[in-house]
C-alpha cells in the first residue's frame, strides 16, 4: 500500500491507532464536513492547538536504573518539531489522542508549572538533586515563545539556587541565557544540544519544525561563550539515514565550545515504530527495508528492545561500528562522554521573607 506523504511542516504521515488502548479507528461517516477545505484532493493545513492543562504536581519521579537522573519537568505535552522517531510519542495516547500528527498537532501547556514547582521545593523533607528539563517534550519547542513557562521555571530554580539539566533542538534556549549564565557561575546548570545532522533537507524531514542545524551549533556557541557547559547530542543515530556524519558532527559541535558528547541509536517503543515505518517508506523508499534491517539486528530481531540498560546500547556489529567511530571520533576532538557534576549543597527552599544577608 502507498503511504501518503506527511502533511506539509510535519513528520508523521497519519494518525496512529494505538492497539494498547483500544481507541477506536476514525474513519470519515461520509459528512460534507469531511471533504471541506479540500484543494486539489488534499486536506487543509493541519493547525496547531494548545489546551490547558491543570497537574496537581509538577515533578516527574523517575526510577529507572538507566536513567542518570530521578526527577524531570515537562511543561508540555506533545511536541511541535515533529520527529516522527520521538519516543514520547506514545504519552498522547493517554490522552486518547494520536501518537501520531495529533502527537505533534494537539499540545498540553502546563501553566501552572512554576506556582506548583515553588511549591514542591518548599515542601518539608525534599532532598535536592539535579532535576531535567526536555526529558519527555522539548522545553524550547514553538509554544515556549508565547508561553514562556520554561523560562518561569528557570526563574524559581534560580531563585532556590536548584541544579537543571536541559536538552533540546532549539536555539530558543538563547532567550534564557541571561538566567542559565548566572545559574552556571554557581555550578547550577548544564545543557545539551540535540544536533542530528549536518543538512539542512534531512533535518527538515527528520524534525520538520525544529530549528535548523546552523542554529543550534549557533546555540552551543553561545552557551559555551557565556560559560554554560554544553554538551551536544547525536541522537538517535538512525543506520542508512544520519549514522554516515557521525564524525563530521563531533568535529562541529567540538569547534562550536561544546565540552562534551552523548548518542543513542534509534528507539522505537509500542506506536512509534509502526509510524516511523511508513515515514521511511514516504521519505525513503529505495532503502526502507535495509534501515529497518539494521535497526531490527541491533534490537534483538525486533522493531525495539526495552530491557533496561539494552534499550541504550544496541547489540551486534553495525552498532559496535557506529559506537566505535562516535568513541574515537569524542577522543579525537576532546570531547568527554561523562556527565556534567552540579551543586547540590547551594540550595535554599523559597521563601517569600527578603533575607538579611
Request: net charge positive; aromatic share 6%.
Amino acid at each position: 500500500m502507498a503511504i501518503p506523504p506527511a502533511p506539509s511542516g510535519r513528520g508523521a504521515t497519519h494518525n496512529a491507532v494505538p492497539a494498547r488502548f483500544g481507541l477506536a479507528a476514525r474513519t470519515a461517516d461520509g459528512d460534507w464536513l469531511d471533504d471541506s477545505g479540500l484543494v486539489d484532493g488534499a486536506p487543509p493545513p493541519l493547525r496547531t492547538t494548545v489546551t490547558i492543562e491543570r497537574p496537581r504536581t509538577i515533578i516527574t519521579r523517575n526510577q529507572s536504573p538507566d536513567v542518570p537522573f530521578d526527577r524531570s519537568i515537562n511543561a508540555y505535552r506533545g511536541c511541535e518539531h515533529g520527529c516522527v522517531y520521538c519516543f514520547a510519542r506514545p504519552t498522547h495516547a493517554f490522552h486518547d489522542l494520536s501518537p501520531g500528527l495529533d502527537f505533534e498537532s494537539r499540545l498540553f501547556a502546563k501553566p501552572d508549572a512554576p506556582a506548583l514547582l515553588k511549591a514542591e521545593l518548599g515542601k518539608r523533607g525534599y532532598q535536592c538533586q539535579p532535576i531535567a528539563l526536555g526529558t519527555n517534550t522539548d522545553p524550547y519547542q514553538p509554544i515556549e515563545r508565547d508561553w514562556k513557562i520554561t523560562r518561569q521555571i528557570l526563574e524559581v530554580l534560580e531563585d532556590c539556587q536548584h541544579p537543571v539539566t536541559i536538552t533540546t533542538k532549539s536555539d530558543r534556549v538563547c532567550r534564557d541565557l541571561d538566567l542559565l549564565a548566572r545559574m552556571a557561575t554557581r555550578s547550577l546548570a548544564a545543557v545539551m544540544i540535540s544536533v542530528t545532522t549536518l543538512d539542512a533537507r534531512l533535518a527538515r524531514i527528520m524534525e520538520p519544525r525544529a530549528a535548523t542545524p546552523s542554529r543550534r551549533l549557533a546555540a552551543i556557541r553561545a552557551l559555551s561563550q557565556a560559560g554554560v557547559p554544553v554538551f551536544i547530542s547525536l541522537s538517535p543515530m538512525i543506520p542508512a539515514i544520519n549514522d554516515s556524519e557521525i564524525e563530521a558532527i563531533v568535529a562541529v559541535g567540538a569547534e562550536a565550545g561544546a565540552t562534551g558528547a552523548y548518542s543513542i541509536p534509534v528507539r522505537l517503543p509500542h506506536e512509534v515504530a509502526p509510524l516511523f515505518r511508513d515515514w521511511l517508506a514516504a521519505h525513503f523508499p529505495d532503502r526502507a527495508a535495509r534501515v529497518m534491517h539494521h535497526i531490527t539486528t541491533m534490537r534483538g530481531g525486533k522493531d525495539n528492545d526495552p530491557r533496561f540498560f539494552a534499550r541504550f546500547q544496541a547489540q551486534g556489529p553495525y552498532a559496535a561500528l557506529m559506537r566505535q567511530r562516535f568513541h574515537k571520533a569524542c577522543a579525537v576532538h576532546g570531547l568527554s562522554r561523562e556527565r556534567i557534576a552540579l551543586d547540590i549543597a547551594r540550595f535554599r527552599p523559597p521563601s517569600d521573607q527578603m533575607s538579611l544577608f
